[in-house]
């Protein structure tokens, strides 16, 4: 739980996400449905990744009778691995499944020595 | 009884706890709930997975949101039967599973089906789907929406 300004702690939904390796970097892919690009917001500071999408009300007023949707919006904090050049991250969304590509800077991606 | 959707909460800190044990309640309510608890629930097969839906109704319709991010509009199938919404598909895999290092995501085949507590006009269906959320708006039939009466005094 994250403490707002008033002190109070605010609730969060964890997405589901999936990680992917590669040589040069690694990609997230975070579910939120819901989100589009207007209600995230991704941060990169001291070594941590946070990405927040905010849920949209909905679009009817009708009373609400069965609920398994939580209401809270989307957060989750990742802790960068060093190699990761924080800045050439980028994102997208779609259809509420965030993808955010963090390459690894020049300098740590493998490469073959040629044998003079 | 029938089988439930298996919530998971992949991060371990105080709060995903207590949202699961909320959670748990909440499913155990329904449970003994005889008014909502099993109309709603249907038997999900083992495999495959389940969207969460939330269901809302005004005088007129219902009101169906099913939470499926990553599809495409053509891999959502939806289809009404005797007043039980019903929705189904499959969702691939982006990118290869080789190099996951961490997967959560739910992959293959979903299904899902909502039991409506009346019956419903299915001529009027109507469905959107946009960033992730599906909603299907569902009219009441003539018959099952609430009438006043006009009752004389003497």
Known sequence: MVPNEDNRPVAYVTPLADIESADDGYVIRAEMPGVGKGELEITVDNGELMILGHRKPTDFTAELIYREIRPHDFRRVYELDPSIDTTKISAKIDDGV??????????????????? | MNIVRYLRYPQSDLSAALDRITSMR????????????????????????????????????????????????EEIEISLHDDTLALSGERKREGSSEQGLLTERYYGKYQRS?????????????????????????????????????????
């Open chain 1, 98 to 116: 965030l993808t955010v590509t963090l390459p690894k800077a020049e300098t740590v991606k493998p490469r073959k020595i040629s044998v003079q």
């Open chain 2, 26 to 73: 909440a499913e155990m309510d329904r449970m003994y709930d005889p008014t909502f608890g099993s109309s709603f629930r249907s038997p999900a097969s083992l495999s495959g997975w389940n969207p969460a839906v939330n269901v809302y109704q005004d005088k007129d319709r219902f009101i169906v949101v099913a939470e499926l991010p990553g599809l495409k509009k």
């Open chain 2, 114 to 154: 909502v039991a409506l507590p009346t019956a419903v006009d299915p001529d009027k269906v109507t469905a959107t789907y946009k960033d992730g959320l599906l909603q299907v708006v569902l009219p009441k039939a003539e018959e099952a929406k609430p009438k006043q009466i006009e009752v004389a005094l003497k």
